[in-house]
């Protein structure tokens, strides 16, 4: 396994390109990777997030492009990336390790308009990034051929699962020609996906780097226990966001995108600087709120798992999961956002007593013990042991003391029958905030879900 760029068998224009953007030695799946792809193998690169996958396929593909043309829509070579957001940042590694090529890169994605990018189809492109909704749709509308392309690469191919777009790759791969190469990259290679690589491969040589699921060593993980209540967590986060050591900027993750506003208005009433990224953005603000934390004019990030899978966002020092994530593989690529490159990183993951299954899970896959910050664990649990989960409606075998601390009523049968009528259009807003703390008395209602205390 060569130790410098130069002897990985990459092209003269390629190497001075790296050289000028300041590497010299290349990581565990660029060594391996990237002589097989310049061989022109099928290949399977396993590797943790963060050890730079997307240059394992960027590099050689720059050299073998060196030779012949792109026609107009028929593109060369075809990257297949899950989000917006992924695929803009291969397309700017191709501009900083392309800057001595004279390549033509077209990006096709969503929120940008079709007659922008079918002009750049029709001037031909020579590698076309592309998520596979808005390649399909320019595919039926007959403005591209995929007969053209030598090299496929399919990125983040279990984030694709996740997703659901498996099918749409398994129709994409039936437009392309049969002699053509084809690359896998991820983070985790999953049962599903790889039953894939024997349909859409052929004769795969597989590389990997790390352990599947592994969380990078230089990421220091904590566990911190919170109330049940929205408003409880996020007097917690607020509270760890002023005493953490060496902050400098955080990506902080919720479950829901509903979620990641209400955050980030609430973090940025308490002064703090913030911003939103969530999938129901358009892709102008998209763009500009992640170019805003990358250049330091946005401090917190807070973010669904839009953000999670690949974004090479350097110098992020903290990873704060405001919610537990529901799949222990989304854990893995959350607090990937920072510790990279080798650099040391933080991640601090809330935990209200309903996460205990989901942190279980996680701590199984990942084969380790997450510690729990000092002086919180037995804090928490004995606040928590004061509040006792009604059997039915009615809070019966509740405590005095917790109903006086509803305004709207002091008498048991008064809640009862506020319970009861909490449908109706005039039910008391203080008492539902209350109860649905719980969270087992039906669908949240619409004022709670603005509340951003």
Known sequence: MSDNFS????????????????????TDIQAQAIPLVLGKQDVIGIAQTGTGKTASFVLPMLTLLEKGRARARMP???????????????????????????LNVALLIGGVSFVDQNKILDRGADVLIATPGRLLDHFERGRLLLTGVEILVIDEADRMLDMGFIPDIERICTLLPPR???LFFSATMPDEIRKLTTRFLKNPI????????????????????TGAKPAQKREALREQLNIAANLTNAIIFCNRKRDVATLTRSLIRHKFNAGALHGDM???????TLSDFKNDKIKLLIASDVAARGLDIPNVSHVFNFDIPTHPEDYVHRIGRTGRAGRSGHSITLIAPADIKHLEAIEKLIDKKIEWIKGNEKKEVTAQSNVKPPKEVGFKG?????RQKNKSTTKASNIEKTIEQSTQKNHDVNHNTNHNAFGNFGPTPAFLLRSSK
């Open 7 to 26: 002897k990985l068998g990459l092209s003269d224009k390629v190497t001075q390109a790296v050289t000028n953007a300041g590497y010299t030695i290349p």
């Open 76 to 102: 060369r070579t075809l990257i297949l990336e899950p989000t917006r957001e992924l695929a803009a940042q291969v397309h700017e590694n191709f501009e900083k390790y392309g800057i001595n090529h004279k």
């Open 180 to 182: 053509r190469q084809t």
């Open 206 to 225: 597989e590389v990997e780097t790390a352990k599947q699921n592994l969380t990078a060593s230089t990421i220091e993980q904590k566990l911190l226990k």
């Open 282 to 288: 358009d892709q102008k603000s998209r763009m500009q």
């Open 398 to 402: 509740n405590k005095p003391e917790d």
